[in-house]
């Protein structure tokens, strides 16, 4: 990995191209009914008050929605609270217990204070997991800077995600952590608690949304093929405390 050059005119310019371009996102992030984050908002509470039992049965999902639809039109709600509620009157349930009971625990029960937040942090998180890669490949900072300021004006995964308020940006920063944990670099005799580490979190993120297992899956597999016994124990033995971990919280 090269030496990062100090900051020169390219550096500055790209920085204030990312800094122009954050304002838009940051407006689409305040405005957007974020109408995926909207049924992870109700459903923690829901379950957590005893009003709901089984928010995966169909029947569940309609009275609940309809349920929500109505309390949404109640005096003082918000509009980006009424436009969710409005487009799904019947709730989509379709993540983990643990991502509904993780976000639950950090809610206020405002729905645009909670939207806002959520999707602010999901996308702080995607600016800094996208730094540390770009940084451990060896990018300069204007080439930093000019990654931020592409992705925050033209790359429509991340601009999609500020829309609906979904969990991929938090993913990304999983993944670029695993990533970086994984790279290590410096102490070789390090690597087996890298290894661990990176299993840990990605066995708390697959109970958060199970689309990331396959990520363990395919790093297992060249491990495998490669007869990297040691390390393949190592991360799979934290991917069964990230995962137990998850079942227990």
């Keep these: 990995m090269g030496e990062r050059k100090p900051w020169g005119l390219g550096?500055?310019?790209a920085a204030l191209l990312a800094a122009l371009s954050l304002v838009p996102v940051i407006a689409i992030a305040r405005t957007s009914?974020?109408?995926?984050?909207y049924h992870v908002w109700l459903v923690g509470p829901l379950v957590a008050s005893g009003e709901a039992v089984d928010v995966y049965d169909p029947a569940a999902r309609r009275e609940l929605g309809a349920r929500a639809h109505r309390r949404a039109h109640e005096?003082?709600?918000?509009d980006a609270q009424r436009r969710a509620a409005t487009k799904f009157r019947r709730l989509e349930t379709t993540g983990t217990p643990f991502l509904y009971a993780s976000l639950a625990a950090v809610q206020t029960g405002d729905y645009d204070r909670d939207r806002l937040t959520f999707n602010l942090v999901g996308l702080a998180v995607y600016l800094f997991a996208l730094a540390g890669l770009a940084i451990?490949?060896?990018?300069?900072?204007m080439g930093v800077f000019g990654l931020m300021a592409f992705s925050l004006a033209a790359f429509e995964p991340l601009l999609s995600d500020v829309r609906v308020g979904n969990v991929n940006r938090l993913q990304f920063g999983v993944l670029a952590i695993y990533a970086l944990l994984l790279a290590g670099g410096g102490d070789r005799?390090?690597?087996p608690w890298r290894s661990f580490l990176a299993g840990c979190c990605l066995g708390v993120a697959s109970m958060w949304k199970p689309n990331l297992a396959i990520v363990g899956g395919l790093v297992a597999s060249v491990w495998w093929a490669r007869a990297e016994s040691r390390r393949l124990a190592t991360h799979a033995a934290g991917v069964?405390?990230?995962?137990?971990?998850a079942f227990l919280y």
């Design 11 to 13: 550096t500055a310019v």
């Design 33 to 37: 009914a974020a109408i995926d984050f």
């Design 75 to 78: 005096p003082g709600v918000g």
């Design 136 to 141: 451990r490949l060896g990018y300069g900072w």
């Design 189 to 191: 005799r390090r690597a």
């Design 240 to 245: 069964a405390v990230g995962v137990g971990a």
